[in-house]
């Protein structure tokens, strides 16, 4: 908290503009440029047919 202080007191005595940005969700649903599947998820499973996986078309927070 201390740094975006800074920033933002270096910022007005300068002239600065400044623009704020959510970098906590960068990276969500973004596209895949491969293809990537995973087990269903807790919760999730179809009953019906449970060893199926499924094939992601957006990124997921945490995908290595």
Known sequence: MTTVRAIITMAAAKGWSLHQMDVKNVFFH??????????QPLGYVDQTHPNLVCRLKKTLYGLK
Do not use: A, K, N
């Not at 973004?30 to 087990?39: A, I, P, R, S, T």
């Open 30 to 39: 973004g596209d895949l440029q491969e293809e990537v599947y995973m087990e």
